[in-house]
């Protein structure tokens, strides 16, 4: 069959199109990476498509430069989903399959699985000979491994310990050692994994749940399993995966941050004898390339990972799991392509004819909806694997009770209660450093950010004054800088949460788990093991504790400040506020012993709060779902924002009037705005929004489809940095 003499390219542009080049007899088809000239430049693209003609004349049209790959990077199912998403996002597709490759591969990295090696060079076996180095230890170790063979690193790691590359950049800049690659042989795909340790035995709604998935597996099915925290969520997943690996396939797995990471890889490390891709922004680009090559070869059987894990090329796919699929980790809010992992990894399980699981006690409204019309199926677990019954929830009326830095006296009395009786003890605040606010009591100067409508954050420790939106940091001052007079920090943080338990309950061990102590890699895994060793008798944490965690000796939780989101604006702030109680509540007596949590507010008659009590989170869901439905927000509505910045507010606010003008007279559309965000100056750019409402899906993309060429074409848009989301998850 003749080759067609054009190509289809898509490149890493902010043009909503592809690009078309002469293959010039080369073999390339759909999916494959080439390298092509573009402007002055040369860049990597993905082959989309071929064809027999161009509309670019012949004199113009340039020819590919080179192929990159002898088959595809991205499978077919993999390809239709990309350009889904570039047309559902209305995103660039060169943008969006940039998103989907690993950084080395993006700029022509092999594609093939590469194996760092070391040897020893000739400058090294006389050094060896002539007994050096006489006082490094490590490089002694190190030299002594290579002297009679080249090495793999994963095979010096193993033998010379984690500090070996240490030494192995000293020795490599005497010229003594010398690293190379190697290209791997692919590996054949096992059929079965091999064994590992005993299953623990389901109970009847665990194994009705796994049963279900598991006679899905070969073709689509979305469920919802819907399990109360304690319940044994990740064993089902485990059973499935082991029941998709038994059938020749694998397994993808997307947890929403990568504090969740290190504990659920253990527990597939440990129950499957298969190779495991781990994919998150923490690692180096050298790591995402080598776990992606993993995946792409086969040798992977299991990828878990964040949200970009969702293009993971998984040379067999048989299942999609994603745990905690309500939390908003899965969307991408900011910067570039912004799309939600959770609906994509549906559409991927459709597209590839495999079950997706989407696990969570505290599913998202949207999810619920889906349930209640039938697209999904919900699947039940209502008791905890260990402790039947769930934990006693109580609310504290802060107007009735003192309190000391935040904590109220029955909250310190129940503390101390628990610890006596040798339990462990979870205070919760999503509030990190010292105090929010620095104060001075004699003119009344609140510390800023110059570059933020906001308050500078006291972090005591370091002696700084941070901005949580921006990053900035400056010393924190010992007098008010307008009038000379001290300065007081107002409010509490987890610090000063801390110091203050550290005064109530003097030699009690206590350990902070936020974003301020948890920054490096294994600082989580610390922090988790001295909980869970029992080290820690007193937790203090913010949103990221109440994720994923066991802690079987946990028997009390206390919640802070649990009125922030009670009045805010954003209608989905109430969902995300009954959410985090539930998840933070779920800590507690999830061992043998029972759970006791309280609740710390100043509004005890609170619809939202009272509910939780009395009717749970599907009280909460079912009144959410009414009040969406009479004010016709999503999920009876669909929603996409236009956000912008610019140096000024008024630059800002003209671009989206002049959007907004241009959608004059659109049917199916309803347009909301624009105005200022909530936080109006962040980073010292000025930030506005302008809401697109529609009842149905097809009406607003395809005013989005028309309109969004209009807009991009405006003068005013070179004066701002503006992008579109579509199904947002915040309005700020």
Known sequence: MPRAPVVRVALPTPLRQLFDYRVAGLDVEPGMRVRVPFGRQQRVGVVMASAEDSEVAAEKLKAVLEPLDDRPVFDAGLLELLQWAAGYYHHPIGEVLTAALPKALRLGADLAAQEERWRLTAAGRDACAAGEPRRAPRQQALLAALQDEER???????????????????????????????????????????????????????????????SSLGQFGAFVLQGVTGSGKTEVYLRVTEAALARGTGALVLVPEIGLTPQLVG??????????????SGLTDHERLLAWREAYSGRARVVLGTRSAVFAPLAQLGVIIADEEHDASYKQQDGGFRYSARDLAVMRARGAAVPVVLGSATPAVETLHNVAEGRYTRLTLTRRAVQSAGPRLALIDLRAHAHTAGLSTPAVQAIERHLGAGGQVLVFLNRRGYAPTLLCTACGWVAPCKDCDARLTVHLHSRTLRCHHCGAEEPLPERCPQCGFAVKPVGQGTERIEETLAQLFPGVPCVRFDRDVVRRR??????????????????????????????????LVVVLNADQGLFSTDFRAPERLAQTIVQVAGRAGRGTRPGEVLIQTEFPDHPLLTGLLTEGYEGFARTALAERHEAAWPPFSRLAAVRDSARTAEAALQFLTEARALAAGARGVRLLGPVPAAMARRAGRHHAQLLIESAERGALHRFLETWLTQIAALPSARRVRWALDVDPMELF
């Open 152 to 214: 793999s690193a994963v095979a010096l790691r193993a033998q010379c310990g984690e500090a070996w590359r240490t030494a192995a950049r000293a020795l490599a800049e005497r010229g003594w050692i010398e690293a190379f690659e190697t290209t791997c042989a692919p590996a054949p795909v096992a059929a079965a994994p091999a064994a590992g340790p005993a299953a623990p035995p389901l109970n009847d709604e665990q194994r009705a749940a796994a049963e279900r998935i598991e």
């Open 522 to 555: 294994g600082d989580l895994e610390a922090a988790v093991q001295r909980i869970a060793s029992g080290e820690g008798r007193i937790l203090v944490g913010t949103q990221m504790v109440t994720k994923g965690h066991d802690f079987p000796n946990l028997t």
């Open 267 to 280: 527990r597939f490390r440990a129950r499957f004898g298969v190779p495991m891709a781990v994919l998150h």
